[in-house]
């Protein structure tokens, strides 16, 4: 086994009832991947094909009817700081400020040695450290319905990010936004990247997203999901929003599109 791949999906299969209580639903079959560490991958497929599920086992939501999934060499059996989710939504809490949404998973997780009041200093201090990151400086103070959806998705980042996980999991966390505010966020993406290093496994409809984002793109099937596909994407990282006109990107996008609609 390789001692980089931070994250093993091995053989995975899941299933769920029926709304009639006749019989299962069988969202995943035979999936396995892996994730090495440092690494950004994509899973891309047609809506409905389970990759949230996936998504959701690797964040330790669901547990797989079959197979196995190793973070780090042990089983996921739970959720885990270690691997911060992103969502869709920015799920922040509205009574809560910028500052105080971040500071919020460093309070209560007892791990990262920051409960009670403990360093109160240091928690401000790293709460600082990534308002700078993503941008958000002189906004500390500001409630979530005072920002854009652009913003509140920041804030959102900035909060899984301030308890430094190994791997974050992001389920289309640019999906909901407008055209160019999600290109600033995809570059925001490949700066934290190149800064911090974090492992990424995320969610997407959009093939050019996956292509800009991604080290290694996974395809899959339409139910039950299945991976058809892992396709290894030639260009270096930073990639400039340029390279979307290029000649190679537009034949490695063809042959996706071709993929998922065969």
């Given amino acids: 086994m390789n001692e980089r791949k931070e994250l093993i999906i091995d053989k995975v299969e899941k299933t769920f009832p029926l709304p009639s209580g006749d019989g299962r639903l069988k969202v995943l079959e035979d999936v396995s991947l892996s994730v090495e560490e440092g690494e950004i991958i994509a899973l891309l497929g047609p809506s409905g094909c389970g990759k949230s599920t996936l998504l959701n086992i690797a964040a330790g939501f669901e547990r797989p009817d079959e197979g196995q999934v190793l973070f780090m060499g042990e089983a996921i059996e739970s959720p885990s700081p270690q691997r911060g989710v992103v969502f869709q939504s920015a799920v922040l809490f509205p009574w809560l400020t910028v500052r105080q949404n971040i500071a919020y998973g460093l309070k209560r997780n007892k791990k990262s040695g920051f409960s009670g009041r403990k360093n109160h200093e240091e928690i401000e201090e790293i709460c600082s ?47 909901a936004l407008d055209a160019q505010t999600r ?80």
């Fill in 129 to 175: 450290r990534y308002i700078r990151l993503v941008g958000l400086e002189g906004f500390e103070n500001y409630y979530p319905a005072q920002l854009s959806g652009g913003m509140q998705q920041r804030v959102s980042l900035a909060r899984v990010l301030a308890l430094s996980p190994k791997m974050l999991l992001m389920d289309e966390p640019f999906a």
């Fill in 183 to 262: 290109i600033a966020m995809q570059q925001l993406l490949l700066t934290i990247s190149a800064q911090l290093r974090p492992t990424v496994l995320f969610v997407t409809h959009d093939v050019e997203e996956a292509l800009i984002l991604a080290d290694k793109v996974y395809v899959m099937s339409r139910l039950p999901g299945r991976i058809i596909s892992e396709i290894e994407v030639p260009f270096q990282r930073p990639r400039p929003i340029s390279i979307i006109g290029s000649a190679e990107f537009s034949k490695i996008k063809s042959e996706i599109l071709e993929l998922l609609f065969n």
